[in-house]
Structures are given as C-alpha cells and as structure tokens.
T-cell receptor, first 115, second 115 residues
Framework: NAGVTQTPKFQVLKTGQSMTLQCAQD?????MYWYRQDPGMGLRLIYY???????DKGEVPNGYNVSRLNKREFSLRLESAAPSQTSVYFC??????????????FGPGTRLTVL | AQSVTQPDIHITVSEGASLELRCNYS??????LFWYVQSPGQGLQLLLK????DTLVQGIKGFEAEFKRSQSSFNLRKPSVHWSDAAEYFC?????????????WGLGTSLAVNP
C-alpha cells in the first residue's frame, strides 16, 4: 500500500515552460486535492476533485489546470510557469461520503523552482 | 467566516518540557478537527483527529488534544517533548455538510526543541 505518490520529487523550470505534476493514490479515495506550501502562508488549496469526473477551484487556481484522469490519478499542470509558482506542491486524498470524515492523506511533495 | 487560527508562529521548548500548541477555529457547523505534523522536507502526517465523543483524543507519538466547544479550541499537548518532535504543526477543521470536502487550515506553528 503506497498511499499517495507524487512525481517528480524535484523540478527546475525556466519561466514559460510547462510541466505536469503527477499524483496517484491506491486507497480507493474519492476526493483528491492539490495544495501549494509557501513559507509563512501555510497550505493553500489550488484545486480539488470531489469525485472522478469533477474538479473545482480552490483558493489559488490561477495559472494551473488539473485533470482527474480516473479515480486513482489527479494531475496538476502549469501551462506557462512563472517564478511566483516556485513552491512545494502537495497532493492529498480523502475518503469522503456519508458521513464525511475529511481526513486527508498526503504525498511527499514536489519541490518546484521556476527560474 | 470559517477560519483556523494558530496564534503561535514559532515556539521553542527544552527537551523533556511539556508542550501545548494552540488552535482556535471558527466554523458554522459541527467541526471535525485535525492536527497534522510536518517534519523538515517531508509531507504531512496525521497526528490525531476529533469527530465526536470523548473530547480528549489520543494520537500518535504521545500527543493528545482536547476539544473545547465553548472556547472553539482544539489545543495539542505533549507531557514531555523529544528532540524528534521538532517540526511544523498544522491544525485543520472540516465539516460533515453534504458538499463539504475541504479542510480549513491554520498557518502552522513551528516547534524547535533545545537539547
């Protein structure tokens, strides 16, 4: 049981380049999330997917797109990277339903630097 | 408005001393409360959670937290801190509303442990 996995672990981009961060979970969770973490700002939700086939914006969606490929996988795409997107990105998943427990399980993170 | 406040940005304690990290929340419905820990360079790990029942909950690594509804608080405690407890601690609140699948996060408290 790998839990939540993320690839890559580290990435350096130049301004304007694009890339996709991959996330997969093997816990049969229906909800998945992308966060960014910056010093002093805690965790900020970028996008989330409450179930396969649905996605919704979080607090800071600008400059990002997501795809819920199937129940296991949720990818985050930067179409044209900017230095302001330098951050640590975390993917999380949760078993939500009735009753909803909202306990989220996190991946190890991707450390992204945009030059 | 829904929010989580962790009043202490940074705390330093001596090894063996007791610890209390504060968390106050504002939430319109029945709250589900969580404490997560993040060691340097790592992802977030769930320490403990409160859904209902006994207001004093036990977690991993010897941590406990007490839910006080009247004070809208969920403070984290440990009787004797170990050097390995140095990390970032996050409090979060979620709910059981039908469409609520997100957590509201505090900004975190950074814990340093002096030998």
């Amino acid at each position: 049981n790998a839990g939540v996995t993320q690839t890559p672990k580290f990435q350096v981009l130049k301004t304007g380049q694009s890339m996709t961060l991959q996330c997969a979970q093997d816990m049969n969770h229906n909800s998945m999330y992308w966060y960014r973490q910056d010093p002093g700002m805690g965790l900020r939700l970028i996008y989330y997917s409450a179930s396969e086939g649905t996605t919704d914006k979080g607090e800071v969606p600008n400059g990002y797109n997501v795809s819920r490929l199937n129940k296991r996988e949720f990818s985050l795409r930067l179409e044209s990277a900017a230095p302001s997107q330098t951050s640590v990105y975390f993917c999380a998943s949760a078993r939500t339903g009735t009753p909803i427990y909202n306990e989220q399980f996190f991946g190890p993170g991707t450390r992204l630097t945009v030059l | 408005a829904q929010s989580v406040t962790q009043p202490d940005i940074h705390i330093t304690v001596s090894e063996g001393a007791s610890l209390e990290l504060r968390c106050n929340y504002s939430y319109g419905a029945t709250p589900y409360l969580f404490w997560y820990v993040q060691s340097p360079g790592q992802g977030l790990q769930l320490l403990l959670k409160y859904f209902s029942g006994d207001t004093l909950v036990q977690g991993i690594k010897g941590f406990e937290a007490e839910f006080k509804r009247s004070q809208s608080s969920f403070n984290l405690r440990k009787p004797s801190v170990h050097w390995s407890d140095a990390a970032e601690y996050f409090c979060a609140v979620g709910g059981n509303a039908g469409n609520n699948r997100k957590l509201i996060w505090g900004l975190g408290t950074s814990l340093a442990v002096n030998p």
